[in-house]
C-alpha cells in the first residue's frame, strides 16, 4: 500500500479507488487460483469476518504472494491453506509439497526465500507484532507461517 501510495505522490496521479482487499475475500481469491490450475486446499476455523482490518488485509496479502509464490517455485504441487482465528490472533500456515517435475534453472533453488515477496510479507508482520517464518520443508516443499495479534490482550 505504500509503494502504491509513494508512486501517486511521485507521479502526480490520482489514487486508484478499488477497495483493498479484506480476509473476508479470501475464498474468491483461493478460487481464481483454483481456476488458474493450480491445486488449493483451504482451511479456516474460527470468526474470520471478525479481524481488524489492518490484519485482515496483511493476512489477505500473505496469502495471496504465498500463492503467487507457490505457483511459480512448485508447479503442480498441492497448496495447503490453513486459517486459524483464535480470540486474540490468527495463524496462518501456507505450505506446498515440491514440484511435480524438475524446474528450470531459472526457477530452481532459493529464489523464493531471498524474493522480495518472502521480506514484504515478513514486514507486514513485524509491522503489526506479529510473528513470521518462510523456509523449505523436510518433504522438499516450502511452509510460510504467521501468526498475527488480533488487538486483544496475548
Known sequence: EMRRLLGVLRTG???EHAPQPQFTDLTGLVDAVRDAGLAVQLTQTGPVGQLPAAVGMCAF???QESLSNAGRHAPGA???VN???EP???QLRVSNGPPAAALSGATAGTKAM???GLA???ERVTLLGGTFTAGPTVGG???VAAELPTGGPA
Open 120 to 122: 514484504g510479507m515478513r
Open 88 to 90: 486474540h490472533f490468527v
Open 78 to 80: 498441492v497448496i495447503r
Open 83 to 85: 486459517v486459524s482465528v
Open 13 to 15: 496521479q490520482t489514487a
Open 61 to 63: 496479502r500473505m496469502v
Open 114 to 116: 531471498n524474493g522480495h
Open 141 to 143: 516443499g516450502f511452509e
